[in-house]
DNA sequence: TAGGCCATCTGGTCCT
DNA sequence: AGGACCAGATGGCCTA
């Protein structure tokens, strides 16, 4: 089961891809997506009412209306900022985890779902011998 | 070409 | 009120 571990190898997983950084220039996107989206300082919240990010919608049957909440175009680049950096922080956990889990030297770069079952196998390896020796 | 993986956007919900 | 978190959708890239 635990294989693997006989060829125990710490070896710093190089990305094969660039993919770990936030994008940092504007996108090609054919759909016009991604532009000005690469700095949240950039943004300029200030202009936007409060009022405008609420929007009145008909309720669910019981005739009361809900507050929906509707967030400006100015809001809406700022949360995918923001969500683009707390990937980038989750990607950067990912590869600290990678550094840890011990895989074979040629092997490919581990997904973030292979990384995730590895540790756990790996985490009970380790649990199980502590608990024998 | 299909399937896997990933980045990104988005809207909903939770939390402070 | 607004940021954090989450999950679904979408599209691009890569490999078998």
């Known amino acids: 089961?635990?294989?693997?571990?006989?060829?125990v190898d710490f070896v710093e997983m190089v990305p094969n891809k660039s993919v770990l950084a936030p994008k940092e220039t504007h996108s090609t996107d054919s759909n016009g997506r991604y532009q000005d989206l690469t700095s949240i300082h950039a943004l300029d919240i200030s202009t936007a009412r409060s009022d405008d990010f609420y929007a009145t919608v008909?309720?669910?049957?019981?005739?009361?209306a809900k507050r929906k909440r509707v967030i400006s175009t100015v809001q809406r680049r700022a949360a995918n900022v923001r969500e683009r950096k707390r990937m980038f922080s989750l990607n950067e956990a990912f590869e600290r985890l990678r550094g840890k889990v011990p895989t074979f030297a040629y092997e490919k770069r581990l997904s973030r779902i292979?990384?995730?079952r590895l540790a756990i196998i790996y985490i009970a390896f380790m649990t199980d011998m502590l608990e024998n020796n």
Do not use: P, Q, R
């Open 58 to 64: 008909s309720g669910s049957g019981n005739g009361k």
């Open 1 to 7: 089961m635990f294989d693997l571990v006989s060829d």
């Open 114 to 116: 292979e990384t995730l």
